[in-house]
């Protein structure tokens, strides 16, 4: 069983668009993030979710929206799409406390490519 | 702020050999945790290894260990008998509330 699936895994669009990537993660845990990893391969936090709460929103165009309907689940969508959006957005889920170290479990990405 | 930095960009290894990847951090906090994370070609993340910061003892798991050196915020990801899969970008993370990424070393391993 995969245990933090998102979809799609490529995506072309032509600058302008609007679309989505859905995230699921079926190993309980209470905190999913994005990340943007750009062509020199940066890992860049986008946003993070706990317990469908919005806990951690790095400097990002608000044409960045996540929507978390549940703590399983959490979508990335982009409005207006620019050529600078490019990049592979991975989903990740964690789950902390006292007897977790809290490591990041990641989705296998989204190649976005916008025309 | 806590930041992580790896400076080496590329490195490269004999099939065989060992190679240690070098990762250093800054934080004024004393409980934490460090990881390290491998990036193949497929670009799927997978966790190599982990340290929490208040166990003295280097994690090591199979031909993977680390050099954590806690007074002087270093934490080296060592690879012994270093096999062509083992190709790869390789991240060094640390985690106090939320996490902080490296920059990456791309590793080659020769044939």
């Known amino acids: 069983d995969t245990a933090v699936s998102q979809t799609p895994k490529y995506l072309v669009t032509q600058m302008g668009n609007d679309k989505s990537i859905k995230c699921e993660q079926n190993?309980?845990?209470?905190?999913m993030y994005w990340y943007k990893q750009d062509s020199k391969k940066f890992l860049k936090i986008m946003f993070s979710?706990?317990?469908?709460?919005?806990?951690i929103n790095e400097t990002v165009p608000n044409r960045f929206s996540p929507k978390s309907p549940d703590k399983a689940h959490l979508n990335l969508h982009i409005n207006s799409l620019e050529l600078g959006d490019s990049a592979v957005y991975f989903c990740?889920?964690?789950?902390?406390?006292?007897?977790?170290?809290?490591?990041?479990?990641f989705g296998e990405g989204s190649r976005l490519t916008v025309l | 702020a806590q930041t992580v930095t790896q400076s080496q960009p590329e490195m490269s290894v004999q099939e065989a050999e060992t190679v240690t990847l070098s990762c250093t951090y800054d934080?004024?906090?004393?409980?934490?945790?460090l990881f390290w994370y491998k990036q193949p070609p497929s670009r799927q993340m997978i966790l190599v290894i982990r340290?929490?910061?208040?166990?003295?003892q280097n994690a090591t798991e199979n031909r993977f260990s680390v050099n954590f050196q806690k007074a002087a915020k270093s934490f080296s990801l060592k690879i012994s008998d270093s096999q062509l899969g083992d190709a790869a970008m390789y991240f060094c993370?640390?985690?106090?509330?939320?996490?902080?990424f490296g920059t990456g070393t791309s590793l080659t391993v020769i044939p």
């Open positions: 990740a889920s964690s789950q902390w406390g006292a007897t977790n170290t809290g490591e990041l479990f």
């Open positions: 190993l309980g845990h209470d905190t």
């Open positions: 979710y706990n317990n469908k709460e919005l806990i």
């Open positions: 934080t004024s906090e004393s409980d934490y945790y």
């Open positions: 340290q929490e910061a208040y166990k003295q």
């Open positions: 993370a640390y985690r106090f509330n939320q996490f902080y």
